[in-house]
Structures are given as structure tokens and as C-alpha cells.
């Protein structure tokens, strides 16, 4: 695989960069689409990010905007860990041009298990330099069940197949498995204009192929004195369509 660096735009859900990647970072970038995303990517050196536009402020602007990263090194599922978490920030407005999210496994051999219950965490935040925010109480309920995380196998073959929802039709395209700002774990997708949005993963019936949205537990008993040739909906007892004169189960 080339190592040489080529220039190319890398989308995000609020405008783009121009970058120096290489072959492998291409490869991540490429959702299946023609068109290259800054998500999956991760954090680049702002060194070699030539020029970056705003959606919000309709213009381009030259060198990098801004990149702000933590690395919480949260376990947001068993054998799942957050690692780091970013956003690349315009400039002149401070609008947010991407976001970024990296997991990794503390034992590649194993399977992830199910997510982490949300708790309250009792550590001091670090210094920010900003005013602190009050704690609110926990409430007097039990904690949140975040749902379970994907299988390993489906979190590293997840990215790029195409995501339907419940009527079968095409959302966008899967990115990877993430977490939201309530800490529950969300799938990742690059939506059909391009824009970034997420799913949260009790939301996903099947993994394979594609991703299906929606239950797929059983199919919804039919609707008595129903005729399964042209929809109409008979007596109860009756034993042939009034319609079309079609036998009824």
C-alpha cells in the first residue's frame, strides 16, 4: 500500500477540510460513497490540513480549524473502551465542522459484552478553566440500562454497510459503534445527504449484510377476515372475499 500523501476534502457534518492523507487513511475515509469523511479518520495533525469551510459561515478558510480532543478511557461496554473523543471547531465561529470517536478493545481475542449501567462518577473534574457546572442528584430511580453493544465481530465489519430502516428503505451508510452524550451507545452513520447522525443501538434489529432498523422479534398476526390477495378487509366468517371472490385462510 502507497504511503504517499494526496490532498483530498474530508466531510463532516458541518463543513469540510483539505487534507494530506495517505492510502490507509483514504481507505477508513471512503464510506462505500464517492465521497470521503473526516469521521472515521479520527484526529489529524492540523499540520497537514491546508484549508477547512463552515457551513455556518459559508466560507473557506485557510490551515486547520481547530481540534479539541479528551481521552476519557471510559468503559462504556464490557471489553469496550472510549478512548478518545474530538471535534474539529471552525475558527471565526466555533461551529463544530466534525466530530470523532476512537473505541478500542482491551482483549482483541474476546467478544464485547453488554454496556455499562450509567453511574454518577464522584471524581473531580480536571481544571478547564470554566465556571464548574452543579451536580444535579441522582434520581431516586435505578440507574439506566445503556443496551447492549454489538458482538466484536459486527463492531469491526460494521463500518460502511449500508443502514434500512424499518420499511426497508436506505438510510445512510454505518460508521461505527459510538457513544452519546447521555453515555448510551449509538450506532454511527453518514446519512444519505452526507450529514452525520447516529441511531440508538436498541433501535437495530439484525446485523449482517446490512443493518435493519426496527423490531424483528415476530411478524404482527393478520388481521382477521383480511384477504391476502387484494387487501380487503372481510366480515369475520366469511369465508371467501367479497372483493375478489378469493378463499381466506
Not at 490532498?7 to 483514504?26: C, F, I
Not at 455556518?56 to 469496550?80: Q, W
Request: charged share 25%; glycine share 8%.
Amino acid at each position: 500500500m502507497s504511503s504517499e500523501l494526496r490532498v483530498k476534502k474530508l466531510r463532516g457534518s458541518g463543513g469540510y477540510v483539505m487534507a494530506s492523507v495517505n492510502d490507509e487513511q483514504q481507505m477508513k475515509a471512503n464510506l462505500g460513497g464517492p465521497d470521503l469523511f473526516l469521521a472515521p479518520i479520527g484526529r489529524l495533525n492540523s499540520e497537514i490540513i491546508t484549508k477547512h469551510f463552515c457551513n455556518t459561515c459559508e466560507k473557506e478558510f485557510e490551515g486547520s480549524p481547530k481540534i479539541e480532543y479528551e481521552n476519557p478511557n471510559e468503559e462504556v461496554a464490557e471489553n469496550l473502551i472510549l478512548a478518545e473523543k474530538g471535534q474539529y471547531i471552525c475558527n471565526s465561529c466555533n461551529s463544530t465542522i466534525a466530530e470523532y470517536r476512537e473505541f478500542k478493545k482491551q482483549d482483541e481475542v474476546k467478544e464485547i459484552g453488554e454496556a455499562k449501567p450509567i453511574e454518577p462518577t464522584q471524581e473531580s473534574p480536571e481544571p478547564t478553566g470554566e465556571q464548574p457546572q452543579p451536580v444535579p442528584e441522582p434520581p431516586q430511580t435505578q440507574p439506566q440500562q445503556v443496551t447492549q453493544a454489538a458482538s466484536a465481530e459486527n463492531v469491526s465489519s460494521i463500518e460502511g454497510l449500508p443502514v434500512y430502516d424499518e420499511n426497508a428503505k436506505q438510510i445512510g451508510t454505518a460508521k461505527q459503534v459510538g457513544v452519546d452524550s447521555n453515555q448510551t451507545v449509538v450506532l454511527l452513520i453518514t446519512k444519505n445527504d452526507g450529514s452525520e447522525g447516529s441511531v440508538p443501538w436498541n433501535s437495530v434489529g439484525k446485523v449482517g449484510d446490512i443493518i435493519l432498523l426496527g423490531s424483528v422479534s415476530s411478524a404482527p398476526a393478520p388481521q382477521p377476515g383480511k384477504c391476502t390477495n387484494c387487501g380487503f378487509v372481510n366480515n369475520e366468517g366469511s369465508k371467501f372475499c367479497e372483493e375478489c371472490g378469493t378463499k381466506l385462510q
